[in-house]
């Protein structure tokens, strides 16, 4: 019987169950949604992803005129969404409820999670808005977003005074970067 390094498998063990615990979390917050909304999240997802409007795939609309208010724009995937969450249980929102109640009408946060959203798709919204969500795996294969695809206005475009980027657990696994030629869509 071959005897295996304890390091070994106790990095084996620790991938496993991670494994094990998102699919749980994932599983959890599908159900979660359902039960909240009577919809499976990724079929309306889905829906909502073949949506013309520039909006479509953030959790709330927003005005992309400027108030005159500080405007804090919220910038990450699945967990600045609020995947699983009701929208007053996101992070963003519990923000400006707290900025709102400290100072009244100074602040303005703006929720631009995206779920499955990744870092090389904030910098391309930083300049034009992607209406369709692109995996990345998708992304670092080349594939971007078609001309009919891209609004407008991006990022920029909102004026943001300050903005707080949280950790992407899409940009976690390994990088294929150097490992792909880019292909057009």
Do not use: C
């Not at 005005?63 to 007053?88: D, H, M, N, Q, W």
């Amino acid at each position: 019987m071959r005897k295996y390094p304890l390091w070994l498998l106790a990095s084996v063990t620790f991938v496993v169950v991670s494994a094990l615990l998102a699919a749980i979390a994932v599983t959890v917050g599908e159900l979660s949604f359902y039960i909240s909304t009577g919809n499976w999240y990724f079929t309306s997802n889905n829906q909502n992803s073949s949506k013309s409007h520039d909006m479509a795939l953030y959790r709330e609309s927003f005005s992309i005129k400027k108030s005159g208010r500080i405007r804090i724009l919220a910038i990450g995937g699945s967990t600045t969404y609020g995947f699983g969450v009701a929208p007053e249980n996101t992070w963003p929102k519990i923000l400006a409820e707290k900025l709102e109640k400290a100072f009244p009408g100074k602040y303005e946060v703006i929720n631009l999670g995206r779920i499955g959203g990744h870092l090389e798709e904030f910098i391309q919204n930083y300049h034009t808005n992607a209406n369709i969500e692109i995996t990345r795996e998708k992304w670092i294969s080349g594939i971007r977003p078609a001309e009919k695809d891209i609004s407008d206005w991006g990022w920029k475009d909102l004026k943001p005074d300050i903005i707080l980027i949280a950790p992407v657990m899409n940009d976690t696994a390994p990088d294929y970067l150097n490992t792909f030629e880019p292909k057009n869509m």
